[in-house]
């Protein structure tokens, strides 16, 4: 098995990016599958793009993407992209799209077909805060999360994707003031665990991990 998983640069004004700094420290092999890493541009479409040219390239069977989520506290799973882009602020080459669809004759939404449960009980086993999130954002995350789905729908139907928020580290919030962090070596042990519950296990498990509102 291949799976090959990005990270994306800093945008925002921020000097780093956890997601493309656990992505690089990932080990080459987990439970036996090859893990191909990629950086990726926090740009509209381009994004998409340049993993299109790695699908092309090695193959991979799954394609999971990692975001940064400035403000969460725990490793977030995602369950749905939806075609939808409304950008608070501007990517990182200027685009600013505003209540536009990501692929007009795209579907509202996808859902990620990866065992989200058995990521996030492989993530809690180890010790570390996670959860399944309901929303991706509308920001470049989503647009990657809904564009590769679509992506694989229309092209390579049998392989999977979804999507892995992250928190903020901890440099990056000593001027924030009380906004949660996770060490580095924290989130690139949930991403192991992660990713080892997703080869193996072909089939999510029956577990709650729904939330009240």
Request: charged share 20%.
């Amino acid at each position: 098995m291949k799976i090959l998983v990005t990270g994306f640069d800093p945008f925002g004004g921020e000097t780093m990016n956890p997601s493309i700094e656990s992505v690089k420290r990932l080990p080459d092999t987990i439970a036996e599958a090859e893990i191909i890493k990629l950086e990726i541009p926090t740009v509209a479409y381009k994004s998409l793009s340049i993993i299109k040219e790695a699908i092309l390239q090695y193959q991979p069977d799954i394609i999971l993407s990692v975001g940064q989520a400035g403000g969460r506290s725990d490793i977030t799973i995602e369950r749905v992209g939806i075609n939808i882009q409304d950008f608070r602020i501007q990517d990182n080459e200027g685009n600013q799209p505003i209540d536009e669809a990501i692929f007009e004759d795209g579907p509202v939404a996808y859902f990620s077909n990866l065992p989200i449960k058995a990521m996030v009980h492989e993530i809690q086993k180890a010790g570390i805060p996670a959860s399944i999130s309901n929303t991706a954002g509308t920001f470049v995350c989503n647009h990657v999360f809904y564009g590769v789905r679509y992506m694989l729908e229309q092209e390579y139907p049998t392989k999977k994707s979804g999507f892995i928020h992250i928190p903020y580290l901890p440099e990056q919030v000593i001027h924030k003031g009380n906004i949660p962090s996770m060490a580095l070596d924290v989130i690139l042990e949930g991403l192991i665990c992660a990713i080892r519950a997703i080869v193996e296990n072909s089939k999510d498990i029956n577990i709650s991990c729904g939330t009240i509102c």
